[in-house]
Structures are given as structure tokens and as C-alpha cells.
DNA sequence: ATTATCTATAGATCTATAGATAATGC
DNA sequence: ATTATCTATAGATCTATAGATAATGC
């Protein structure tokens, strides 16, 4: 493998385990047992590796959300877009903990986000309107099915987030692919209220296969 | 004032304004125009800045979640909340922002965040089964209660990253405790599948009053 | 006497580059 | 010849403290 290709490698995996904020060039280069200037060869600095890292992202989730224009939508093709969308965060989960510090320092990355958002509440959207035509889940007006595609993606984008910030166990390795995929039980959960008749034990039969093992935080409230 | 409470006002400040990651004590110091070593002589270093400025945030918001025992929730009762919660994080702002660095960096402000989390959650919930109680939801069963309270909260605490994020104008500035507020229209939105008939016009009116004004992130989708 | 503040600085990083050397591809 | 790599380092911060001095409160 290249020297440059093991740095974008290397690089993901340290980010990830140990967050971009805590990674420097130093890091990279020292974990590859490379030089630091043998680094800069290849990268003019760590925006750089961080925007390749992200366009590799996008092309990942950009795949596992193409919609079928040609077919209805099936539960089963719900399900894949769901556990596609985790099995991406997962993947690059270093990004959205520290996405306000990265699309502040790079301009070309804003805007390449903003479209990428977009891409993905439009696909969010499409998949309601799939899943109305398929009689899965009730027809909604257009301005209440942009509102709840957005609600759906601020669930998914936020439940990591959730999950290291409301469990009481820190330290990298703490959270498992596993719990992340606990985020589908949240998102099913806003679907509940507009499934049809026919389709709803399905469902529901669906959202406890995700549903959260652990203690729930709410158990130990106040 | 106090020199120690202008070190955590001007912090606050300087966090919200340009974010805690690209804030240091020099900073801090030189915008209050007092020396690093005086700022050292009252704090021991960001980490109990920042603590400080947690404690009074939670304190804050507490003080907003404080759900009456004693007679029944109106519509105006929830539209406190909900604009009260949206003012307490438009004021700590910065702190969303870098959450899991910020108590990966700090034990005690895990701990704290963690207890904070869970008291919000109940009291989220605590009001939906007053909403029930006052006729203004249909009633629902624990387990569905706890996972939309959950939702809730990743919808509030996720709503202003988004808008950081998805719209093309940076800078600081750029944001406005108005933008923010409509949050509260993507909130109800989780709500008006669970409104009684009685109710669903005066809460659409409600909601009406929050749609984003801005052109719409999904309208220049592809 | 105690509290608050300043000056000066050690020590630890980190980024990014210059310039030399090694490895590879025609 | 070109590409890849290393060594060495300048320059920029940042954190946190020591030690001196100034201000304040009995």
C-alpha cells in the first residue's frame, strides 16, 4: 500500500479512537513509524487528509442512498438504508464530534457539506414518499414530510453523540457498533405514529430487535 | 466586578462567540487586559473555567425544567419550556459545541453532564404525561413516552449544530436566538401526530409561528 | 498580613519547510 | 531524472509557575 494511502488509513483510525482534536501530524506520522516531513510530502497539512477522509465518507453514504426509481421500497430496503446509514457513522464517527472545528476551518469542506446534508434530507424525503406509495407508512403532505425528514436526520447524526455523552463509561472502545445501531429504535420510533394498519406490528416487530440492552438513562433519573 | 467573575463572563463570551477549542487562557487574559498569571491566581486552569460555566448553565436550566406538581400544564406551560430551553442553549452555546472533548477532559463535568442529561429526559417526560393528563396529547404507555422524550432532546440538543452546519453563510454572527427558535417548529412537529382533536389547532397555530423563514436547506437540494 | 496582580520565563508542543540523501523508473 | 524519504530546525504558540510588587483590610 502507498505511503500516501496508509497516512489516510492511519489517520481515520487515530481520529476515530482517540478524536481529531487530539491527533496532530506529529501522531500520524510517529503511529506509521514515517517522518513527519515524509508526511508533508504527501499532504500540505491536516485539512488536507481530513477533507480526502470526508470525500471518501460522502461516496460511501451517497451509494447506500440511491433510491430505486424504477421499484417500490420494501421494508427490507428501509432496514439497509437504516443500518447503512449507522454502519457510515460509524465508520467515520470522528467527523460529526468535531464538525463545526472542520467546516470552520476549511471553506472548500463547508460547502461540500452543506451539499451532502442536502443529498441526504432529499434522499431521507424520497424514502417517505416511497414508503407511502409502497402503503407502508401514511401519505403526508410535503411540508410535514421535509419537517420529519429533518427531524430523522437530526436523531441519527445526534445519537452518537448521545450515547458517549450520556453513558457513564468513557475511554476509547467504549462504544460498540452494536449501541450505535440502537439509533434505528429512535428512528422507527418517529415512524410509528404514520404506519399503516397492515404494516404496523411489522414494524414494531422490527424496532425491538434494536431496542436499547443497556440500563436506560432514563431508569436512573431523578 | 470581581476580576474572577469577569475571567467566566468573558469566557462565556469568547466561547460562544468564537468557540472553546480556538479560545486559550492567553486569550482570556488579553481581552480583559489583565496577565495570564493573574488569570492563573484564580482559576487553575480551562478545565475549571469551563466547570464553572457548566454549573451555572445547568443551574439555568433546572431552574426553567421546574414542572409545577400541584395543578395541571397548559398550552402556554409548554411553550415556555420550549423557548426557555432554546434561550438557556442560544446563552451557553459554545458548550454543545465541543461536548465530548469537554468531558472527555473533565470527569467531574462528565459526571455532572450525565446526571444533567437524565434530570432533562425525566423532565421532558414528566411533561408529556402532563400534556396527557390536560388533554392536550392522547395519553401514551412509559415505554413510548421515554423514547419520544429521548427524541426531543436529540432534536433540541442537535437543531442548532445543523443550522451551523447545513446553511452556507459562517462567521460569526451568523446565528441568531431567532434561527435557533425555530427549532421548536421541527419539536412540535414531533408532536402533532399525539394531539387531540381538541387541541391540534391551537398547537398548529403555535408551530405556525416558529417555521424557518430562511429558504429551506431541501428546496436547493439536488 | 493578606489578597491581587504583574513580569518573565521554562518547558512542551506543533506546523511546516529547507536541504540532503535514498530509492525508483525510464 | 524523478519520486520518496529523512534530519534538523525555525518560528509560533500555550500552559503554568516562580518571584517580585502593588493594593487592600484589619
Redesign the interface.
Known sequence: MKTRDKILLSSLELFNER?E?NITTNHIAAHLAISPGNLYYHFRNKSDIIYEIFQEYEKLVDYYLDIPEDRPITLEDMTFYLESVFDGLWSYRFFH?????L??SD?RL?RD??DF???C??AI?RIFGKLAEAGIIQSQLEE?R??????V???I???M??L?????S?GPGSLSLTELKQGI??VL??E???LTAEYRERVLVLREKYRPTLP???G???
Chains 1, 2 share one sequence.
Open positions: 478524536g482534536r464530534r468535531d464538525l463545526e472545528y467546516l470552520d471553506p463547508r457539506y452543506r446534508t442536502n443529498r434530507l432529499a424525503s410535514l421535509s419537517a420529519m425528514s429533518l427531524n436526520w437530526l436523531v447524526t445526534n445519537w453523540a448521545f458517549k455523552t450520556a453513558h457513564a468513557e429504535y429512535q420510533t418517529l410509528l405514529p404514520y436506560d438513562a432514563q436512573e433519573a431523578v
